[in-house]
């Protein structure tokens, strides 16, 4: 099997480095690809200085487009497999071969690393948390599947989720939308015990200015997805 790393990168020149080299060590029987989405600090110096594999965009397309962009990639480039890993450094890719696994093992479309599960290492802010249990129950009502993690990044995806997501992916803040958008489409989506870390370097993009806005839009992105797909459970 082909398998891929997509990595979404926005000015996390403090962290590429030693995410990439851990990825190297970590998950040797994965290639990788970092999409630059036109990072603004010294984020493609560290991937030209080191010889990386990477996209550069020419310009800012947001977290959506930048991992459309990877599947892009991945679709076109015939891998059987490809998951998300965080260039911040909070996704562990020692659990890859296990999550890679577990898609056959359980004959899933796509395998979701989720740190509610056992509830070890780094359990995101209070308030991150309340959103998390949201989506949660959002996704359950309208789905009747229960994802523990439904905001986890690191996700792996089938050659079918790679083939959607070549052609259609949520724009911002896509992990929830694009759960729901699996599930209505009768995909099966499985959840495995992860431990992360908190981001080892660069900002996160969702503050708590953004938080309201964040809630509001993701719900009715899902509301809208439910709809477009008969709203059925």
Avoid: W
């Amino acid at each position: 099997m082909k398998n891929l790393i997509i990595i979404p990168a926005f000015n996390e020149q403090d962290c590429i480095k030693d995410t990439v080299e851990m990825i190297r060590r970590e998950a040797p029987e994965f290639d990788y690809i970092v999409i630059n989405d036109h990072s603004t600090d010294g984020t493609l110096n560290v991937l030209v200085d080191n010889r990386m594999n990477y996209i550069n965009l020419p310009a800012n397309l947001g977290i959506g487009g930048a991992v459309q962009t990877g599947y892009l990639y991945a679709y076109e480039n015939d891998y059987d497999t490809a998951v998300q890993v965080d260039a911040d450094g909070q996704h562990d890719p020692k659990y890859l071969a296990m999550m890679l696994d577990a898609m056959k093992n359980e004959n899933a479309d796509m395998i979701i690393g989720s740190r509610f599960i056992e509830n070890k290492g780094f359990q995101s802010t209070f308030a991150r948390r309340i959103g998390i249990t949201y989506f949660t129950k959002l996704i359950r009502m309208l789905t009747g599947a229960t994802i523990t993690d439904p905001t986890s990044g690191l996700r792996m995806g089938n050659r079918k989720v790679i083939e959607l997501f070549a052609k259609d992916y949520p724009r911002d803040y896509p992990e929830p939308e694009s759960i729901v958008a699996l599930l209505k489409r009768g995909m099966k989506i499985k959840e495995v015990p992860v431990m992360m870390r908190e981001r080892q370097g660069g900002v996160s993009s969702i503050n708590l200015e953004k938080s309201v806005y964040y809630m509001i839009k993701v719900s009715m992105a899902i509301l809208i997805e439910n709809h477009r797909q008969g709203g059925k459970k």
